[in-house]
Structure formats: structure tokens, C-alpha cells
């Protein structure tokens, strides 16, 4: 049974800090909407579900006992799945599509986009956002991540991936919104985070002159 103090620390850490709140975003790229369906590939606790319609969903990792204390005390749709395996046939397809700070912790982010384009709708949009490679910050190095990302290498990435890039927005957690938008000329280039946002390519394949694992199958890649 989870304890108090693990209760009172998610609630701190995800719920009650807006370092986590999103929710400039959310309402900038239509998030909100109660019409749309979304999903968040990597939630953690689930804290950014609060925004999205109620048939919205969260793909979590975390343990039992906090999803359990979670779905109960926010009436958050979670479903369990390491989402760098297979994915389960019934999770149906996404309005929108969230992911933040996971690509980079991920062994094939190719694969995650890959499974993120599946799910999403024809006429749907993705938005990412990651910690950024850049020269003055470095909020892109740590032991848990794997792969680094600037705002060209990303686009070069989600390009191959299927989709296209819609808009960019840089952005440093510890300033005010408006001053974000002030700088974000600089930021989306050299900020220490990244926000992306993304549509469907149209026709897309995979050219098969690329190396390809198992999972790449003609069935389920090669067609849009």
C-alpha cells in the first residue's frame, strides 16, 4: 500500500509544480480542446492528463502503487506498457499526442515516432518537447540519456520518421511565459528545452535501402 509520504511527493513533485504545467501549450496547440482525443506516450504520473478531454489516455512505466493512487485521486485514464516494446492493439487513434522529456531517454526514438505516427489520426498533431543540446545550457546531459537532440537534429529525425514540422518554440522553465515569447528567436535555437510540433506526412515509406530490425515490417510501416 503506497505510504503518505509517497503520496504528499507526488503530489509536491508533479501535481502542486509548475516547473511540470504545461499548460501555456496545451492551450496554444488546442490541448485543451474536450472534443479531441489525446495521448501522453510517456507520462509518468500522469499530471498533464488534467488538461485533455476525459477520453484522453496516458502511457505510464511508473509503479502500480502510484498509478493506482493517481487514477484514484485524479480520475486519470493510465494504461501500463514499456512503450519502447510492443504496443497493445487496443489503445484506438489520438486527436493529438504528447511526449515530453522521453525521446532522450528511449534506445530507438526512430521506433517511438514510428508507433506515435500509427496511433495518431491523418489529420492529427504530435508536440514534442525535449531538453535541447545547446552550447550555454546543459540540460541535455545526464547518464539517463542516451541520445541528445538539437532543434535541426529533431526536425531531421521526425522528417524520417513521417511527419512535418509545423512550428518550434524554445523555452526556459524558471522565466515567465511572456518572457519567453520575448526570447524565443534565441531560445529555439539555443534554449535549454525544446517544444515541437508536428502534422502527418502524406505518402510516407520508409526507404528500404536503410538497414532494417524486424520490427520495421512491410504490413505495418510501409503504408500510411
Known sequence: MISNERKKHIDKKYFDNTIYDYKYFFKKYDFCNKEKRS????????????YFSQQSVGITYTDDEAIEYVKEKYSLNLVKFN??????????KF???????????????????????????DDGRILLQIPQSSPFFKADISTLHPY???????IHLMEHAGFEVEDTFGYIRKLPIWLNQVLNFATKLWGPNMWIVAKKKE????????????WINKEVWFSN
Open 39 to 50: 495521448l501522453d506516450a510517456g507520462c509518468g504520473s500522469g499530471q498533464n492528463l488534467r
Open 83 to 92: 512503450i519502447e516494446n510492443e504496443w497493445p492493439n487496443d489503445l484506438g
Open 95 to 121: 486527436d493529438l499526442i504528447f511526449n515530453a522529456d522521453n525521446i532522450i531517454h528511449l534506445s530507438s526514438p526512430f521506433k517511438l515516432l514510428l508507433e506515435l505516427r500509427k496511433v495518431l489520426k
Open 148 to 154: 541528445t537532440f538539437n532543434k535541426k537534429t529533431l
Open 203 to 214: 505518402d510516407f515509406k520508409i526507404d528500404t535501402r536503410n538497414i532494417r530490425p524486424d
